[in-house]
Protein backbone atom coordinates (compact mmCIF):
# COMPACT_ATOMS: atom_id res chain seq x y z
CA UNK A 1 0.00 0.00 0.00
CA UNK A 2 1.21 3.76 -1.06
CA UNK A 3 2.60 5.34 2.24
CA UNK A 4 0.50 8.45 2.85
CA UNK A 5 2.63 11.52 3.92
CA UNK A 6 1.41 13.04 6.70
CA UNK A 7 1.13 16.59 5.76
CA UNK A 8 -0.21 15.74 2.52
CA UNK A 9 -3.47 14.26 4.40
CA UNK A 10 -3.48 17.09 6.64
CA UNK A 11 -3.85 19.39 3.69
CA UNK A 12 -6.59 17.08 2.20
CA UNK A 13 -8.56 16.84 5.17
CA UNK A 14 -8.30 20.98 5.82
CA UNK A 15 -8.77 21.70 2.37
CA UNK A 16 -11.96 18.79 2.47
CA UNK A 17 -13.77 21.43 4.97
CA UNK A 18 -12.99 24.33 3.54
CA UNK A 19 -15.17 23.18 0.39
CA UNK A 20 -17.86 22.45 2.60
CA UNK A 21 -17.92 25.96 4.14
CA UNK A 22 -16.66 28.09 1.94
CA UNK A 23 -19.86 29.12 0.08
CA UNK A 24 -22.21 28.85 2.85
CA UNK A 25 -24.24 32.12 3.61
CA UNK A 26 -25.03 33.40 7.08
CA UNK A 27 -27.87 30.77 6.90
CA UNK A 28 -26.24 27.96 6.02
CA UNK A 29 -23.52 28.17 8.89
CA UNK A 30 -26.44 28.05 11.45
CA UNK A 31 -27.39 24.49 10.55
CA UNK A 32 -27.36 22.01 12.67
CA UNK A 33 -24.24 19.49 12.71
CA UNK A 34 -23.81 15.69 14.07
CA UNK A 35 -22.29 17.40 17.43
CA UNK A 36 -24.97 17.84 19.67
CA UNK A 37 -26.01 21.74 20.24
CA UNK A 38 -23.83 22.79 18.10
CA UNK A 39 -24.12 24.54 14.53
CA UNK A 40 -21.71 24.58 11.76
CA UNK A 41 -20.05 28.35 13.02
CA UNK A 42 -19.38 26.55 16.03
CA UNK A 43 -17.66 23.09 15.12
CA UNK A 44 -15.88 25.36 12.39
CA UNK A 45 -14.63 27.52 15.31
CA UNK A 46 -13.70 24.02 17.50
CA UNK A 47 -11.75 23.08 14.49
CA UNK A 48 -10.03 26.17 14.08
CA UNK A 49 -8.55 25.82 17.53
CA UNK A 50 -6.87 22.68 16.23
CA UNK A 51 -5.43 24.59 13.43
CA UNK A 52 -4.43 27.12 15.82
CA UNK A 53 -3.00 24.73 17.88
CA UNK A 54 -1.06 22.81 15.38
CA UNK A 55 0.75 26.50 14.56
CA UNK A 56 1.64 26.90 17.78
CA UNK A 57 3.02 23.07 18.61
CA UNK A 58 4.87 22.75 15.26
CA UNK A 59 6.57 25.91 16.32
CA UNK A 60 7.68 24.87 19.44
CA UNK A 61 9.42 21.56 19.14
CA UNK A 62 10.44 19.58 22.24
CA UNK A 63 12.89 16.79 23.00
CA UNK A 64 11.55 13.21 23.01
CA UNK A 65 10.67 10.37 23.25
CA UNK A 66 6.81 10.66 22.42
CA UNK A 67 4.59 9.12 25.31
CA UNK A 68 1.77 8.48 23.06
CA UNK A 69 1.07 7.88 19.50
CA UNK A 70 -1.36 8.52 16.61
CA UNK A 71 -3.91 5.54 18.18
CA UNK A 72 -2.90 5.78 22.23
CA UNK A 73 -3.54 9.52 22.14
CA UNK A 74 -7.13 9.17 21.77
CA UNK A 75 -7.51 6.42 24.71
CA UNK A 76 -7.80 9.24 27.56
CA UNK A 77 -9.14 11.88 25.61
CA UNK A 78 -11.36 14.70 28.19
CA UNK A 79 -14.48 13.85 28.40
CA UNK A 80 -16.99 14.62 31.03
CA UNK A 81 -17.10 18.16 32.64
CA UNK A 82 -14.05 19.18 30.29
CA UNK A 83 -15.92 18.42 27.19
CA UNK A 84 -18.94 19.97 28.57
CA UNK A 85 -17.24 23.00 29.36
CA UNK A 86 -15.45 23.53 25.89
CA UNK A 87 -18.41 23.20 24.23
CA UNK A 88 -19.95 25.62 25.96
CA UNK A 89 -16.98 27.96 25.01
CA UNK A 90 -17.21 27.13 21.63
CA UNK A 91 -20.87 28.07 21.06
CA UNK A 92 -20.23 31.34 23.58
CA UNK A 93 -17.13 32.40 21.44
CA UNK A 94 -18.72 31.71 17.94
CA UNK A 95 -21.67 34.10 19.01
CA UNK A 96 -19.34 36.55 19.49
CA UNK A 97 -18.54 36.99 15.86
CA UNK A 98 -19.98 39.53 14.25
CA UNK A 99 -20.83 37.58 11.45
CA UNK A 100 -21.00 33.74 11.05
CA UNK A 101 -18.77 34.20 7.83
CA UNK A 102 -16.24 35.86 9.82
CA UNK A 103 -15.46 32.20 11.34
CA UNK A 104 -14.94 31.24 8.35
CA UNK A 105 -12.56 33.95 6.53
CA UNK A 106 -10.18 33.25 9.44
CA UNK A 107 -10.65 29.41 8.92
CA UNK A 108 -9.47 30.21 5.41
CA UNK A 109 -6.44 32.43 6.69
CA UNK A 110 -5.44 30.48 9.30
CA UNK A 111 -5.65 26.17 8.23
CA UNK A 112 -3.16 26.98 5.00
CA UNK A 113 -0.61 28.16 7.33
CA UNK A 114 -1.12 25.47 9.71
CA UNK A 115 -0.75 23.13 6.58
CA UNK A 116 2.85 24.98 5.47
CA UNK A 117 4.22 24.83 9.42
CA UNK A 118 3.36 20.76 8.83
CA UNK A 119 5.31 20.63 5.63
CA UNK A 120 8.33 22.57 7.04
CA UNK A 121 8.26 20.38 10.21
CA UNK A 122 10.71 18.20 10.85
CA UNK A 123 9.28 14.61 10.34
CA UNK A 124 11.92 12.95 12.83
CA UNK A 125 10.72 15.52 15.32
CA UNK A 126 8.77 15.88 18.32
CA UNK A 127 5.96 18.43 19.88
CA UNK A 128 3.80 18.93 22.63
CA UNK A 129 0.03 19.11 22.62
CA UNK A 130 -3.12 18.53 25.25
CA UNK A 131 -0.21 17.48 27.66
CA UNK A 132 1.21 14.53 25.57
CA UNK A 133 4.75 14.36 23.57
CA UNK A 134 3.98 12.92 19.92
CA UNK A 135 6.37 12.55 16.84
CA UNK A 136 5.45 14.95 14.16
CA UNK A 137 4.14 12.67 11.97
CA UNK A 138 1.55 11.13 14.69
CA UNK A 139 -0.02 14.76 15.34
CA UNK A 140 -0.55 15.17 12.18
CA UNK A 141 -2.32 12.38 11.72
CA UNK A 142 -4.35 13.01 15.18
CA UNK A 143 -5.16 16.50 13.78
CA UNK A 144 -6.59 14.57 10.26
CA UNK A 145 -8.62 12.10 12.24
CA UNK A 146 -10.32 14.93 14.08
CA UNK A 147 -10.63 16.87 10.65
CA UNK A 148 -12.30 13.89 9.04
CA UNK A 149 -14.98 13.16 12.13
CA UNK A 150 -15.80 17.15 12.12
CA UNK A 151 -16.40 16.84 8.18
CA UNK A 152 -18.44 14.48 8.66
CA UNK A 153 -20.64 16.24 11.65
CA UNK A 154 -20.50 19.26 9.69
CA UNK A 155 -22.84 17.61 6.82
CA UNK A 156 -25.89 16.67 7.33
CA UNK A 157 -27.99 19.63 6.85
CA UNK A 158 -25.74 20.34 3.44
CA UNK A 159 -26.13 16.99 1.25
CA UNK A 160 -24.73 18.97 -1.73
CA UNK A 161 -21.60 19.04 0.52
CA UNK A 162 -18.32 17.20 -1.01
CA UNK A 163 -17.11 13.85 1.11
CA UNK A 164 -13.21 13.69 2.95
CA UNK A 165 -10.96 13.23 0.40
CA UNK A 166 -9.42 9.47 0.06
CA UNK A 167 -5.86 9.84 1.65
CA UNK A 168 -7.44 12.21 4.74
CA UNK A 169 -10.18 9.12 5.18
CA UNK A 170 -7.50 6.64 5.23
CA UNK A 171 -5.79 8.03 7.69
CA UNK A 172 -9.00 8.46 10.16
CA UNK A 173 -9.94 4.80 9.42
CA UNK A 174 -6.56 3.76 10.20
CA UNK A 175 -6.95 5.04 13.50
CA UNK A 176 -10.10 3.81 13.91
CA UNK A 177 -8.59 0.16 13.31
CA UNK A 178 -5.97 0.91 15.57
CA UNK A 179 -8.37 1.46 18.45
CA UNK A 180 -10.15 -1.99 18.08
CA UNK A 181 -8.15 -5.35 19.45
CA UNK A 182 -6.86 -6.83 16.65
CA UNK A 183 -9.09 -9.89 16.02
CA UNK A 184 -12.05 -7.60 15.06
CA UNK A 185 -14.00 -8.07 11.79
CA UNK A 186 -15.77 -4.82 10.49
CA UNK A 187 -18.98 -5.72 8.88
CA UNK A 188 -18.65 -6.46 5.54
CA UNK A 189 -21.22 -3.88 4.33
CA UNK A 190 -19.79 -0.74 6.48
CA UNK A 191 -17.96 1.48 4.09
CA UNK A 192 -15.42 4.16 5.29
CA UNK A 193 -18.16 6.56 6.11
CA UNK A 194 -19.74 4.14 7.99
CA UNK A 195 -17.05 2.98 9.46
CA UNK A 196 -15.92 6.26 10.98
CA UNK A 197 -19.83 7.34 11.64
CA UNK A 198 -20.42 3.91 14.38
CA UNK A 199 -16.90 4.11 15.81
CA UNK A 200 -17.39 7.61 16.78
CA UNK A 201 -21.04 7.37 17.75
CA UNK A 202 -22.33 9.43 15.29
CA UNK A 203 -24.71 6.41 14.28
CA UNK A 204 -25.18 3.89 16.44
CA UNK A 205 -25.03 0.26 15.79
CA UNK A 206 -27.64 -1.95 14.21
CA UNK A 207 -28.41 -5.80 15.85
CA UNK A 208 -26.78 -6.95 12.25
CA UNK A 209 -23.90 -5.01 13.23
CA UNK A 210 -23.67 -6.03 17.00
CA UNK A 211 -23.99 -9.78 15.57
CA UNK A 212 -21.29 -9.51 13.28
CA UNK A 213 -18.89 -7.74 15.33
CA UNK A 214 -19.89 -10.27 18.37
CA UNK A 215 -17.76 -9.23 21.57
CA UNK A 216 -15.96 -6.06 19.95
CA UNK A 217 -19.41 -4.12 19.42
CA UNK A 218 -18.74 -3.35 23.10
CA UNK A 219 -15.79 -1.35 22.06
CA UNK A 220 -17.88 0.68 20.17
CA UNK A 221 -17.86 3.58 20.50
CA UNK A 222 -14.22 3.97 20.41
CA UNK A 223 -14.08 7.50 21.07
CA UNK A 224 -16.37 10.36 21.36
Not at 20 to 43: H, P
Not at 48 to 72: F, I, N, T, Y
Not at 199 to 222: C, K
Request: aromatic share 6%; proline share 8%; hydrophobic share 45%.
Amino acid sequence: MTTIRPDEALAQAYDGITAVVRDLDDAGLQRATRCRGWLVADLLLHVLGDAQRALVALASPVDGPADVDDVSYWRDFPAGDESNRHAWWVRRSAAAFDRPTGIVQLWRDTAPAAVRAARSANPEGYVTTQGHVLRVPDFLATLTTEAVVHHLDLTPELPAAPPPGPLAARVAVTTMEGLLSDDTVRPVGWDDQDFLLKATGRVPLTDRDRLELGESAGWFPLLG
